[in-house]
């Protein structure tokens, strides 16, 4: 008889969804930190497993991040199936491409659905935030983002994200008091899962992670391992698709 030998990626995907509140776990090989070719990977398998949850009638809410831009290269169009693309927040202080705004229009064109885009200021006071809220087209989108039933997003290490986004000293300096250590929808948080900090801009916010929509969780590389713990303890994710080395790291620390 043959026995199929069960690989060591098959393995660390049986025991992680034993041991995390996940339905669903995907390992592809390598570290993301160490070679673009696993990012593509992770965008190649985050894309695949989307085809799983989409319908014609899916509206999927995104992230930015160059691990979401990976995801909307590798994403194809479906037979019949037309999602509808947004963006989870307006802009985080992002670089243009790997805005949420821009992964949802290279979504969209991939699989030939449509995209709706709140065009916001990346981050604004309090009054003019108030009054933004109150914009229809605003309204609109953020209804949209309320009745998704898939969300994809990044997650990123605290100071890596800070340090991109230009965050002035004094919020760095925060954050690292505060021993931040993950960062996910625009929401700085520590080991404990606890927020620290949270952009002021416009979308989607925690609340809205209810659980009658799908949430994958993409992310690789070594440097993403604490934020990664950290995220469970913070938020909630139904399907998990990471590399090799988060997922060497999360069987051993759960
Ligand atoms: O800025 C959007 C975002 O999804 C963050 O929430 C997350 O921390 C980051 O991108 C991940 O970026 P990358 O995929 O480039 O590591």
């Known amino acids: 008889s043959i026995m199929r030998e069960i690989s060591d990626l098959d393995h660390l995907e049986s025991q992680l969804k034993q041991s995390l509140p996940v339905s669903d776990v995907k390992v592809v090989s390598g570290d993301a930190d160490q070679s673009e070719e696993v990012k593509s990977l992770l965008g190649q398998a985050a894309a695949q497993t989307l085809t799983q949850y989409v319908h014609d009638e899916s509206i999927v809410t995104v992230t930015g991040g160059s691990t979401l831009a990976a995801v909307a290269k590798h994403m194809k169009p479906l037979n019949q199936i037309r999602p509808l693309f947004v963006p989870a927040r307006g802009g985080l202080g992002d670089m243009h491409e790997y805005q949420a705004s821009s992964i949802c229009v290279q979504m969209a064109k991939q699989m030939n659905g449509s995209y709706r ?64 250590v993950g960062e996910a929808f625009g929401y700085y948080f520590d080991q404990k899962g606890k ?46 698709i990471i590399d090799e080395a988060i997922a060497r790291h999360l069987v051993k620390h759960i």
Not at 147 to 171: C, N, S, T, Y
Request: hydrophobic share 40%; glycine share 6%; with cysteine.
């Open 117 to 180: 885009l709140l065009y916001v200021p990346d981050t604004v006071g309090h009054e003019v935030y108030s009054k933004m809220m109150e914009e229809p087209a605003v309204k609109d989108v953020i209804s949209l983002i309320r009745q998704a039933d898939i969300v994809i997003h990044g997650i990123g290490d605290a100071l890596k994200m800070a340090h991109r986004r230009k965050a002035d000293p004094k919020q760095l300096e925060l954050l690292k008091e505060k021993s931040t």
């Open 195 to 240: 927020t620290i900090h949270q952009l002021n801009s416009i979308g989607m916010t925690k609340e809205h992670l209810t659980n009658d929509k799908t949430v994958m969780t993409v992310a690789g590389g070594t440097s993403k391992c604490e934020a990664i713990s950290a995220f469970f303890k913070w938020g909630t994710s139904d399907v998990l």
